[in-house]
């Protein structure tokens, strides 16, 4: 019966279906943010556990780039505990990131829809890809840029400049899975 609806009203519907699942998606998005605004405010209320999250190797791991930057950061102006906030606001924001894509994954998992958009796909490659990419090359810079992350600034503003990153990298992968799912649910 589906088949039978001219493709118009189809991709309307499909469009419908769409929005729905963007904007739940959305309103996950504050699981992140709060964890953001939880963690920072458990930092500075308890300046050793900034530390304790850093020197856990699986705490540390949550966000990959901790691991490619600890090098470069340890060798730095900045102070021990700067350090591990910076860690560890980057291991508390990748874990509220996590949980978004998880409660994401869930959700797309029982969709029932069946109408796949290609070019959604593509987008989703192609954020994913560049993700991937600023994620492993970054580093700090000597010098002051108005978006990498640099040593000339506080740790903080490196800190809030990191976040838009991890959180497109989890976001792309979030989409990449939802259009791999919306494909496996297109084919007969």
């Given at each position: 019966m589906e088949n039978d609806k001219d493709p118009v009203s189809r991709f309307d519907e499909q469009m419908k279906i769409e929005v729905k699942h963007l904007k739940r998606s959305a309103l996950l998005m504050?699981?992140?943010?709060?964890?953001?605004?939880?963690?920072?405010?458990?930092?500075?209320?308890?300046?050793?556990?900034?530390?304790?999250?850093?020197?856990?190797?699986?705490?540390?791991?949550?966000?990959?780039?901790?691991?490619?930057?600890?090098?470069?950061?340890?060798?730095?102006?900045?102070?021990?505990h700067e350090k591990c906030t910076f860690f560890a606001m980057q291991s508390i924001f990748a874990a509220g990131c996590y949980i978004w894509l998880l409660f994401k994954i869930v959700d797309d998992i029982y969709r029932k829809d069946t109408i796949f958009i290609p070019g959604f796909l593509k987008v989703a490659l192609i954020t994913i890809t560049v993700s991937v990419v600023s994620v492993f090359t970054s580093r700090f810079e000597e010098y002051n840029t108005l978006y990498s992350l640099n040593l000339s600034q506080s740790i903080e503003i490196n800190i809030w400049k990191n976040i838009p990153l991890i959180w497109l990298f989890v976001f792309s992968t979030g989409i990449l899975i939802e259009r791999a799912l919306a494909y496996g649910r297109s084919r007969p």
């Open positions: 504050i699981i992140p943010a709060i964890f953001a605004i939880g963690g920072r405010f458990i930092l500075v209320s308890h300046p050793n556990t900034a530390c304790a999250i850093a020197e856990n190797s699986a705490l540390l791991a949550l966000w990959p780039q901790n691991l490619l930057l600890q090098g470069q950061l340890y060798a730095s102006r900045y102070t021990s």
